[in-house]
């Protein structure tokens, strides 16, 4: 059984990177060690992030569509010198925002093999 904060660290914030590498790689034409900078991981995670041979959860990207555009915007920011407090935090509200969702919910329950009648996320129900 994983906690809500276990799906981020091992689903989430791994997606987000991979999204973000193929991004800074592929639109800003940036090298794998300037990306690895940039992100503060290893160029082995990058080079893993941009053969897809790990990081991209593909449900996870059907569930939130909003991925992709955040990558994209975010993207931009990196190559244009955002910091690195400045991506933390940006990184951080994005990820809290899905993480107040009935769709992350469900993707919580799914991955933790959790019991669907689970009230973690929401112990009362969610606002429409």
């Known amino acids: 059984m994983l906690q ?8 989430l914030l791994p997606t987000i990177r991979a999204r973000l590498a193929q991004e800074l790689l592929q639109v800003h034409g940036m090298t794998q060690v300037r990306v690895a900078r ?3 991981i290893t160029q082995a995670a ?10 991209l959860d593909e449900d996870l990207m059907r569930r939130f569509p909003e991925i992709d555009r955040f990558c994209v915007d975010l993207g931009a ?8 407090t400045q991506q933390v935090s940006r990184i951080d509200q994005f990820c809290e925002g899905l993480e107040h969702t009935v769709r992350f919910c469900e993707y919580h329950k799914k991955v933790s093999d959790i019991d669907p009648s689970c009230m973690v996320c929401f112990p009362t129900p969610p606002a429409p």
Do not use: D, F, M, W
């Open 77 to 84: 920011q990196i190559a244009s010198g955002i910091s690195q």
């Open 46 to 55: 990058v080079s893993h992030y941009n053969t897809k041979s790990r990081g």
């Open 4 to 11: 809500p904060s276990e799906v981020t660290a091992a689903k």
């Open 38 to 40: 940039a992100l503060g």
